[in-house]
């Protein structure tokens, strides 16, 4: 789909089947929340970073076919699954799943190439695909961390928390999943009040339930309150994310989430979750061969279910500490598996999910930023389409930090900038400004400064860029400090986006419903 | 010089004037210091990242000419100069130099398009051009800093102990030049003392004094002391950094070392050194221009001097607070310039100085890593040759940081690995893996892995990949109380480099006298 036609499928929402929303999206277009100006998502005027040649792609390509065909995949504990494989041609041994050679990529060619996961705020829809770079906050953390209470585990306040922060922040473009867990919260649960925060706290798109196809499930009726049923039926509303049990593995919680999101023809990310070294081969080649085998079996698997669904290839892959079998990040050779797995997401026609701003440290300090960076740019100039933990991440994924998360996003904005390239106007030229200046002279006060100075730099929000007398005067504080008076003013100054008020009570009744039909479960 | 020349070239060393050095150097061999391993120069496999198109740098080439042509470049209190330029055919107007569209580009073919800068242990000499990386530490700051001092004026101590680290780090190829300013000695005769401490402390190639024409044949004199008279007039055994003053000007300090250095064929980087909006125009096309006018003017200048004298064309470009007007790092538009000019370069075949770990950050904290890996990472993969800068940078260049120091270095560690590219052979296929382990295992016992284990992944010496329970109980420390420890190990463990007697008396003698011959001068 063009973004011409995204934007009229967002139109069209007004035509949808609840009554009340075109007129509640009318008035919300005039009062709006606190989020920074947005662009949706990134479109890219600047060329991929490719290493690998032709050649060797092809290599990998056929090294992947190799390995779903002789040693397979393995379905676990769905036998819908397997009767699908088998009915596909599969050769299907037990659990075990042997493709002959190009039946997954032929599968695969039914996936569409870029969509638009939509938003309830039109402005807000992100193209997934091709030239766009879409920002989503880290996911899954089991902990919180800031300067003040240190580590601790999550709370519902927490995730609310971050799905504000992810809404005021000027460079992300969705409200993501899983920002954190919260585990105040019962497990069976918790995914309502999840689905709903993004949907009341903010009006970005967001992601669902993957803890088991009944929470999917309810995911998708809170979608087709939040949108209407005619619209979710029609247009993508959710992306959500579907792990492989790295090596060669899907299991039976996630192939159910995906058979509920594919059916109602909303996205998945299909992410062989690798640590390198325990999970793959220790090369980069290697892990790039079994994520892509992986990865091509899940999201075949998807097409058998409904050909059509929009599915996203995806590829997460860390180095480990070879001492201790810690995960480390920000080291070349996960850089590497990713410039190379987007390169080969590209050749397969897919929407491609890799990177973020991970890291190992402990603290938002200089090794969490290195590793965040050396991330952060693969990311961008690889050219990846989705980039999961963007911002936040912290401590290999255990933790969402509060300081990190206004720092990443910091970044995220430079990054919004290096994506536009270079300005060859006459304008960018400046060859006024040079013969108005000329030699021994400064630029500061001249016509083409004066007109430009504005935008021409990108400002940081996070760096401190006063003098060392100045910085001493303030209390010498590091970035992590800086952070923190950041993101605690940026709740305060928070206001949500108007949500129509039938919807929201909607919603509640469903929630309540829900939670009243079953006991609380904490495992 | 192809790599095999600059061995034979280094091996010739043995048959200079000074007849003691053959047998120094075959002691030196065996007894060595204690510098890490290091492969001289990193060998790039992995292809440049380019964004502008062939139409673009044309036309920026074109508006460079125009520069030179319409606007000119003035060469400050220097008649010889001004002489060579009217000799050559340029228009010169009092101390205004036009030159005809294409003059300096002509003469800027004598300029080899790579070179090796030899160090006097053979196995450090380096290759400078092509496809090359050479990483050299920061130079110029006149205060260091240290978790346990803090910010202070740098000494001469301090200074040895920079080439100490950097002699040390695996991934530091060169000791630099002014490391840090070591103000507790006179100005005019601190050079001497410089540079006896990379000739002495070290046996990695080094940078010479360019702060007057005198000291600039001081630092050749020394040369031929260390290397023998006939191998300095033969080979380049000094590369020294001659800035433009921006915009569009050159003193006579400058100029004066330029040919000093040009007249003895050793080689000089001719850097416009640019705060953009400040110096520049505001734009990233616009700053490119007037880097490119600037640098063809001085390497053009360098070829009247002694045509095919070794020359690096330079960029220095960072962004500036349009607020403060303090100079701003690691931002996109400084890597744009970076990119841009790399390209640039290399159409003009010269070798191409710029970028480094450069940061604004005033300690060594999550900003001063973000602006430093989004600094170095566009180095690498822009494509830069000589990398002054490469560790230890911090406050905008005021401060030389001994944290930060061993952190870059660690990155740069990183950076050479990354340039290694793939490792496309069976072996790191790893499909003996893939089939010995198969879906639902793990890699960490498998024979691939136990073969590879101990160099598939970069081990950081900085970054703490430690469990968090465990990294509580040693005191949750952050990356710069780290990187303390590091450094300080580092300094404990030093040994130096054996240096022939005769020798190291010759510079102590050369370096007395001259010391003797002028009272001290501390401005």
Redesign the interface.
């Known amino acids: 789909m063009t973004e011409t036609e995204a934007t009229s499928a967002a139109g069209r929402r007004g035509r949808r089947g609840r009554g009340a929303a075109g007129g509640a999206e009318a008035r919300r277009a005039q009062r709006g929340g606190t989020a920074a100006p947005k662009s949706g998502h990134i479109t890219r005027r600047?060329?991929y970073?490719?290493?690998?040649r032709d050649e060797?792609l092809v290599?990998?390509e056929q090294?992947a076919e190799?390995?779903l065909e002789?040693?397979?995949?393995?379905f676990r504990d769905d036998a819908e699954a397997l009767q699908l494989w088998k009915d596909a041609g599969a050769e299907v041994d037990g659990e075990?799943v042997r493709m002959p050679r190009g039946l997954c990529r032929e599968l695969c060619k039914t996936i569409p190439s870029e969509f638009t996961q939509h938003a309830r705020n039109p402005a807000r829809s992100v193209q997934i695909g091709g030239g766009s770079t879409v920002f989503a906050p880290v996911y899954g953390p089991p902990f919180v961390r800031d300067l003040d209470q240190g580590?601790r585990y999550a709370t519902l306040e927490d995730f609310q928390n971050f799905v504000k922060l992810a809404y005021t922040a000027p460079a992300i473009h969705h409200s993501g999943g899983t920002v954190c867990e919260p585990v105040d919260v019962p497990v069976n649960k918790r995914h309502l009040d999840m689905v709903y925060s993004h949907m009341r706290y903010s009006d970005l798109p967001f992601m669902g339930s993957v803890t088991a196809p009944e929470r999917a499930e309810d995911t998708v009726a809170m979608a087709k309150i939040l949108f209407g049923e005619e619209f979710v039926e029609n247009n993508t509303v959710l992306v959500s994310l579907i792990n492989a049990?790295s090596?060669?593995?899907f299991d039976g919680t996630m192939l159910g989430a995906l058979k509920v999101y594919a059916r109602h023809n909303q996205a998945c990310i299909v992410t062989p979750f690798i640590l390198?070294?325990?999970?793959?081969?220790?090369?980069?080649?290697?892990t790039m061969?079994?994520t892509l085998a992986e990865a091509l079996a899940g999201l075949a698997f998807s097409q058998l279910v409904r050909p059509g669904a929009p599915m996203i290839l995806g590829s997460f892959a860390s180095?480990?500490?070879?001492q201790?079998?810690?995960p480390?990040f920000?080291?070349?050779?996960p850089?590497?598996v990713l410039y190379?797995m987007a390169q080969l997401a590209r050749r397969l026609s897919v929407p491609f999910r890799s990177g973020g701003s991970l890291c190992?440290?402990?603290?938002?300090?200089?090794?969490?930023?290195?590793?965040?960076?050396?991330t952060l740019?693969?990311t961008v100039?690889g050219g990846v389409n989705f980039v999961l933990h963007s911002a936040g991440w912290l401590?290999g994924g255990?933790v969402s930090s509060y300081e990190?998360f206004v720092?990443d996003a910091d970044?995220l904005g430079?990054?919004q900038?290096?994506c536009n390239?270079?300005?060859?106007t006459e304008?960018?030229?400046?060859?006024d400004?040079?013969?108005e200046?000329?030699?021994?002279?400064?630029?500061?006060g001249c016509a083409?400064?004066q007109a430009?100075?504005?935008t021409?730099?990108?400002?940081?929000s996070?760096?401190?860029?006063?003098?060392?007398e100045q910085?001493?005067a303030e209390g010498?504080q590091?970035?992590?400090q800086l952070?923190n008076k950041l993101w605690k003013q940026r709740l305060r100054d928070y206001e949500a986006p108007a949500l129509d008020p039938g919807i929201d009570e909607a919603l509640k009744e469903f929630i309540q419903k829900k939670k009243d039909s079953m006991p609380d479960a904490f495992t």
């Open positions: 600047i060329p970073y490719e290493i690998l060797d290599l990998i090294n190799t390995v002789e040693i397979g995949i393995e075990r580590r049990n090596p060669m593995t390198a070294g325990a999970m793959s081969p220790v090369t980069a080649v290697g061969t079994q180095s480990i500490s070879m201790s079998g810690a480390t920000g080291t070349p050779e850089a590497l190379g190992g440290s402990k603290a938002a300090d200089a090794q969490a930023a290195h590793e965040s960076s050396q740019l693969p100039l401590e255990l990190k720092i970044q430079m990054m900038v290096l390239g270079y300005d060859l304008n960018g030229q400046a060859m400004a040079l013969r200046v000329g030699p021994g002279s400064h630029f500061l083409h400064t430009n100075f504005e021409a730099f990108y400002r940081s996070v760096a401190d860029n006063n003098s060392y910085w001493e010498a590091d970035t992590a952070a």
